[in-house]
């Protein structure tokens, strides 16, 4: 296949239609019609750039954006509209590059790219083309829809006061979630994303019997059979659907992934009039695949080294998880965080979309504190008093001053030691470690690997541990006493 650059390509037909439109990445912002007849020749194969096909257009007809392109001798073909130039047409390829060849004729379906839904996809794995990767027979869904449509309108936009309890202490209490918010797990490779998004899908639809979608875009392919088992083992995949993407999978496909997934969770928000949990694992990984997409187009990158396109491409997916009249799409979200670098631009355009972020901390995690959550560096836009009320806000206050204190006694206790502290900083010192202990606890999803009983705690009741921690009821309670454990009445450390 011919792999020269796309911008040396020359039309060989004459008075072909001229379009002078710029590259972009998605449906651009407004939703296509699709109501065109189908089977109409749009040209013919010029090159194969990676995942990209240059097709040369030969007819009158010019497709749309993100109109899906086949073949009449291999239906099985799927290439989408991305991008024109005179007398050319870009495709993303989501099927094999092998079975596309030079002069290959090109027609149009139609239609987009379509996904299926509705209540049959519960409890089932499938990829971008709706079809199942569970090992578990076909898909009988009755209704397909198109993976892209448009933001919902302001008049039927909703806003709530709502939080979204998890169980987990250390996210209801330092970064509680807002049900229809957007929450984000930032963090390096290793530190325990995956199993944080495990947990919570277990934990909230034991509680709340809702919907959860998991998108899978590039991560592991044993990390999503690893989650399908742990749903199952769980009893909570019944309510679940898994649309994957992962790694092996190429950059088109994993550029589409998150739309496909995002579709499906507009259909029970819009038609079934469901709460839904959405959930993406990995963000930066959309943001990856659109990055080498771009690349492979020859577009010109932003400064930072990012497809100029980037800030365009999360807004269209970002402002469809929104709730509404209909119902709520809590979207969670995790993060990659290449080289620990926060400041990544990737990072930190994705953390820009978020309500509540939760940093998991790479030098946490090495301490054996699980979940490994950086209790300084996370943050929520909820807390004030009229979202969780004046005595988790004060609480919560005195818990952040506890936690400064404490890291500025570490450095001076690793220069001369704890006993050289002054009376009080020993008790603030001791108070700290008791909080930093109190914070961690065992997973319901990993019990099989730790042995550990699981514990499901209300946020009340954590912050109401914390104001106990804090105003010296444990102090003569050694602080391992506190490693993983639920609440201190539990435990039997309060009465």
């Not at 987009?112 to 209540?119: K, R, S």
């Amino acid at each position: 296949m011919d792999t020269a650059p796309l911008k040396d390509k020359q039309p060989q037909v004459a008075e072909k239609p001229k379009v002078n439109r710029q590259v972009t990445s998605d449906a651009d912002s407004n939703k296509p019609r699709f109501s065109r007849g189908t089977t109409v020749t749009v040209g013919r194969v010029s090159s194969v750039k990676g995942h990209i096909v240059e097709v040369e257009i030969e007819e009158d007809y010019l497709p749309l954006l993100a109109e899906i392109l086949t073949s009449k001798e291999n239906p099985g073909v799927r290439l989408e509209v991305y991008a024109f130039s005179d007398n050319a047409i870009y495709a993303l390829l989501l099927t094999e590059p092998f079975d596309i060849y030079r002069n290959m004729e090109i027609v149009t379906t139609g239609q987009p790219l379509t996904i299926p839904v509705g209540p049959k996809i519960l409890g089932r794995a499938i990829n971008l083309f709706g079809e199942p990767e569970d090992d578990k027979g076909p898909l009988e869904a009755d209704t397909s829809i198109p993976i892209y449509s448009p933001a919902p309108t302001f008049n039927v936009l909703k806003n709530t006061s709502e939080i979204l309890e998890t169980g987990i202490k250390a996210l209801d209490f330092v970064s509680p979630f807002l049900k229809g918010g957007k929450i984000g797990f930032v963090g390096g490779a290793g530190v325990g994303k995956t199993v944080l998004i495990t947990e919570i899908i277990h934990n909230i639809t034991q509680q709340s019997q809702g919907i959860s979608i998991f998108a899978g875009i590039g991560e592991r392919i044993r990390e999503g059979q690893e989650l399908y088992q742990r749903l199952e083992d769980s009893k909570t995949l019944s309510n679940t659907s898994l649309v994957l993407g992962q790694m092996n999978e190429n950059a088109a496909i994993r550029f589409r992934i998150a739309s496909a997934a995002v579709a499906i969770a507009e259909y029970f928000r819009d038609v079934q009039k469901k709460d839904v949990l959405f959930f993406i694992d990995n963000i930066y990984r959309f943001i990856q695949a659109g990055n080498e997409v771009a690349t492979l187009l020859g577009t010109i990158p932003s400064e930072q080294g990012y497809q100029a396109t980037l800030q365009t491409e999360l807004a269209n997916l970002e402002e469809r998880l929104i709730s509404t009249i209909n119902g709520s799409i809590t979207s969670i979200q995790t993060i990659y965080v290449p080289s620990d670098e926060l400041t990544d631009p990737g990072v930190t355009s994705a953390i820009s979309y978020l309500d509540s972020v939760i940093v998991l901390s790479r030098s946490i995690a090495q301490l054996g504190i699980y979940p490994p959550v950086d209790l300084q560096q996370s943050s929520s836009s909820i807390l004030s008093t009229a979202f969780i009320g004046e005595e988790h806000h004060n609480v919560l206050g005195e818990f952040q001053g506890v936690l400064s204190r404490y890291n500025q006694l570490s450095r001076i206790v690793a220069i001369i030691g704890e006993s050289e502290l002054s009376n009080e900083d020993r008790q603030i010192f001791a108070r700290a470690k008791r909080l930093v202990n109190y914070m961690t606890q065992p997973f319901f999803v990993t019990e099989s690997q730790t042995g550990k009983a699981a514990k499901y705690v209300k946020r009340l009741d954590t912050v109401s541990d914390v104001r106990a921690i804090i105003d010296g009821k444990l102090d003569q309670v050694p602080e391992e006493k506190l490693l993983n454990i639920g609440s201190l009445k539990d435990a039997g450390l309060l009465s």
